[in-house]
């Protein structure tokens, strides 16, 4: 077993808050274990072009509060091809690094089984995603402070909603996950939620809706997932809403990339710096091509293959328990 001794980070994909915080707890885990750390810029494709900067204790301070990555990301074309990776494992031989920690969602982690199929390069992952949608993890980095920003977003419109007896859709991130808009819409006493894991259809949400008003509430908040498909889309959701629905007048609100942003959340800090020291202590025991995760609260590994083949299921209950406080 090769021990490492210089140890490259790097953030790929959307950013996500507590990404800083992962990456200051494993440059700190290597000034520990009397390690090398480099932290390569712009992701996947700062390892084609050579983007790297030393990193020691000193260089991540004042960082586990701040949002977004220091490091940058970008998305990479260059990477998809064998001669980008090519180029990618020359640079990271050149500067005699013998392992990496990439911090992002699927598509960097399917990256990185690649280049570890091609190279034999050992690389361990850290789940960094708002949504939720990695397989053999409890919580991604990211999740629990967008979820705050959601529902204290949702709290305002609230706000506005009663002052004008108005319907208003909220549509949150979630292409391929509800996770976002199940325990916003909850925690936020949404009479709603529309998710992609269950096709609710147009005609059980006027029923729905239809109850709602005839129970006595004047104004209602309906939380949408960005791919959820009861519509081509909420602006299209909102005028069937109102053609079929009269007495209701129908506001939307897309709260979009405001979900990333932000200081990290206590939960996503703590959680990115106990994944960020697990990292280097898998490598450190010899593990390459898996993903470090948290389930039940424990610190813990699952192969690279495991977390890309699908997103954590639906929770049945937290459904039942929406629709019975939404009444």
């Known amino acids: 077993m090769n021990i490492p001794k210089k140890i490259g980070v790097l953030t790929s994909g959307g950013d996500a808050p507590g990404m800083n915080a992962a990456i200051r707890a494993v440059v700190r885990s290597c000034a520990y274990h009397n390690l090398e750390c480099v932290g390569v810029y712009r992701g996947l494709q700062g390892l084609i072009e050579g983007d790297f900067k030393e990193l020691d204790a000193r260089s991540v301070k004042n960082i586990i509060n701040r949002g977004g990555t220091f490091l940058k990301s970008a998305r990479s ?66 999740y629990d402070t967008a979820l705050n920003t959601v529902v204290e977003a949702i709290d305002k419109i609230r706000d506005t909603a009663n002052s004008h007896n108005r319907l208003f859709l909220v549509e949150v991130m979630g292409r391929d996950a509800g996770d976002i808009a199940l325990n916003a819409g909850i925690g936020a006493g949404a009479e709603e939620i529309l998710i992609p894991e269950q096709n609710m259809g147009r005609e059980r949400l006027l029923e729905s809706l239809g109850r709602s008003k005839k129970s006595g509430k004047t104004s209602s908040i309906v939380v949408v997932s960005e791919g959820d498909q009861i519509g081509k889309n909420i602006f299209g959701l909102a005028r069937y809403i109102e053609e079929n629905l009269k007495e209701y007048e129908v506001r939307v609100t897309v709260l979009g990339h405001i979900q990333r942003g932000g200081s990290p959340s206590c939960y996503d800090r703590v959680l990115a710096s106990r994944l960020g020291v697990g990292a280097v202590d898998a490598l450190l025991k010899g593990e390459k091509n898996v993903m470090i995760g948290i389930v039940h609260n424990k610190v813990t590994s699952v192969p690279f293959s495991e977390a890309i083949k699908g997103s954590n299921e639906i929770d049945e209950d937290l459904i039942r328990v929406a629709d019975i406080i939404s009444i």
């Open 77 to 142: 074309e260059d990477f998809r091809t064998e001669a980008g990776r090519k180029k990618a494992f020359s640079n990271l031989q050149n500067e005699n690094i013998d392992a990496l920690v990439v911090i992002g969602g699927d598509g960097t982690f399917a990256g990185a089984s690649v280049f570890i199929k091609e190279f034999n390069f050992p690389i361990v992952g850290l789940p960094g995603t708002i949504d939720n949608d990695i397989n053999g993890t409890d919580y991604t980095i990211g």
